[in-house]
């Protein structure tokens, strides 16, 4: 795959707003750091975030979007939250706010959690990227998992070179660093990360991950989850792939992008099951079959 870099101009923007609503990932400049944004309604386009980055496990995304009434449609706002956000977006803030029913986010994208990560970025070529794809976007950092977060155009090339189609070139970015996250999920407001803001809020997160940058496990069914399994037993609902028939498959045809993108909805539907146990079939380790298999071992766990 050829990478082209483009300087940031209307032209870049309308390429790469194409590039976006064919389900593709693009680099982008924020105020912190360059973005490798995708769809976040599309989980095959954010599955293939993970692909290119080929990062070993999935945590929750942050999701950019335009100012605090697209967020609003997305994410529930208390008090607390609301006046965060007035005062600080657009800006390298991110919210951790309940998620709604109805806000349309691929679960890829939550990890299948009942919370999500929201910013307004401050920087103008991701406001015209969320401008003319009209598009929530999912962007982590654009860069392989476990490298220096990219501050330059041509750290994301060094990087993501050969695995994405197009970076967009705005210069270095301001910030330098990743975004402050709080969680405004409960009585009092909770530092998730640090960052460029100093906010008032308690240190600390919860045991479970609920934004990038967290360590401890996240998500996982209320039921026990039996791995490598080629076929099921009579109390379990088995989640096939590839050639290994289930009662709903991640991909029939062993594709390893489409298995991501259902991981979360189809361990979700399993959890919800008649059946009292959860068998999973045998996921390769290769190339995102790793983030896939890490997750699963979460679950299992």
Known sequence: METRILPFDDDAIAEASRLILAGEPVAVPTETVYGLAADATNAEAVARIYEAKRRPSFNPLIVHVRDLEAARKIGVFDDSARTLAERHWPGPLTLVVPVRKDAGIASIVTAGLPTIGLRVPAHPAMQ???????????????????????TRATHVLKSLGGRIRLIIDGGATERGLESTIVAATGVTLRLLRPGPLSINAEAGGSAKIEAPGQLASHYAPSKPVRLNSGSAQA?????????????????ASGDLVEAAARLFDLLHEADASEKPRIAVAPVPESGLGAAINDRLRRAAA
């Not at 009209?134 to 982590?140: E, F, S, Y």
């Open 235 to 251: 109390d379990e609902f088995l989640i096939g792939f590839a050639d290994v028939d289930g009662d709903v498959s991640l991909s």
């Open 128 to 150: 015209a990227l969320l401008r003319a794809s009209a598009r929530p976007l999912a962007a982590p950092s654009a860069n392989a998992s476990g490298s220096i977060s990219p």
